[in-house]
């Protein structure tokens, strides 16, 4: 793998674990081992001798914050005070479901300027005729896997929001309340302003996922009154079949990542033995 890819491979392995991030929303259990893993190498990221870290220095102009953003995660997330995960006696991580929505902020406000970094390298190297299929096929399939994640989680945070929202309302007469407010103001509001820019910023070109993407979002715009339902059907079915279809796109894109990914891993790792000397 030439320099510049194995530069690139660096930010998109930090990329990898700031999506994985993600996976403290599901309701299972969580190992501590795991948890110190993902913050070693999301903590690494950002030192001045490693490559994302390198280039952030280089244009703290533009980049400034993201940088700032960057080690606010860190800290609300990861940090010895974080209430959001929280390490207990037995080697398991404690997550505050509460606290999904601060999850989806600080990940998908921070990998979009990591994806930007990425592409930018992805496209020097083409211009320097210096661009591997292994890293061009990796984030093809890393791209679509992304944002099919987050918009599976998101949207089924969405859903529950969606529920609590229609039950405030239907006791009330359909008349606004403080409460159902505060529902569409910092839940569903926030919720759906992330799905879009998620969806806005992608660099997927196959069907299969631009049409679970957008299949999602107009699950929302019903939502909001601003797309008359399909058949009218009632929202529970309407989310359970944008939910069971996004689920399955994701389904078909792991495996394939986890190759290409593992594929890219150890042809690094090779690259990094042969040209490291050994003693005599």
């Known amino acids: 793998m030439k320099n510049i890819n194995q530069y690139n491979f660096d930010i998109i392995h930090v990329a990898t674990h700031l999506r994985d991030t993600l996976e403290y929303v599901l309701p299972r259990e969580h190992d501590a081992k795991i948890y110190e893993q993902r913050k070693a190498v999301l903590v690494k990221g950002l030192e001045k001798e490693t490559p994302l870290g390198k280039f952030l220095d280089a244009n703290k102009d533009k980049f400034q914050a993201t940088i700032d953003k960057y080690n ?27 606290q999904h929505i601060k999850i989806y902020e600080y990940v998908t406000s921070i990998m979009e300027p990591l994806r930007d970094i990425i592409y930018f390298h992805l496209n020097l190297a083409k211009r320097q005729n210096e661009n591997e299929p292994i890293i061009d096929d990796l984030m093809k399939v890393d791209d679509a896997y992304y944002r099919t994640f987050a918009f599976l989680l998101i949207m089924q945070d969405f859903q529950k929001s969606f529920v609590e929202f229609q039950k405030v309302m239907g006791e009330s007469k359909g008349q606004p309340t403080p409460q159902s407010n505060f ?35 107009k699950v929302i715009e019903m939502s909001e009154g601003r797309r008359d339902r399909v058949d009218n059907k009632p929202f529970p079915e309407l989310f359970k079949e944008a939910l069971e279809k996004t689920n399955a796109h994701l389904t078909e894109l792991a495996p394939k990542w986890q190759e290409l990914f593992s594929k890219a891993l150890q042809e690094m790792l090779a690259d990094i033995r042969k040209n490291t000397p050994t003693n005599a």
């Open 72 to 98: 606010e995660m860190l800290d609300e997330i990861y940090g010895d005070n974080s209430t959001i995960l929280v390490k207990t006696a037995d080697g398991k991580i404690r997550v505050d479901h509460t």
């Open 183 to 217: 529902i569409v103001q910092n839940e569903l509001s926030v919720m759906a302003t992330e799905l879009r820019n998620i969806r806005s910023h992608n660099h997927c070109t196959d069907n299969a996922t631009l049409d679970t993407l957008d299949g999602c979002l």
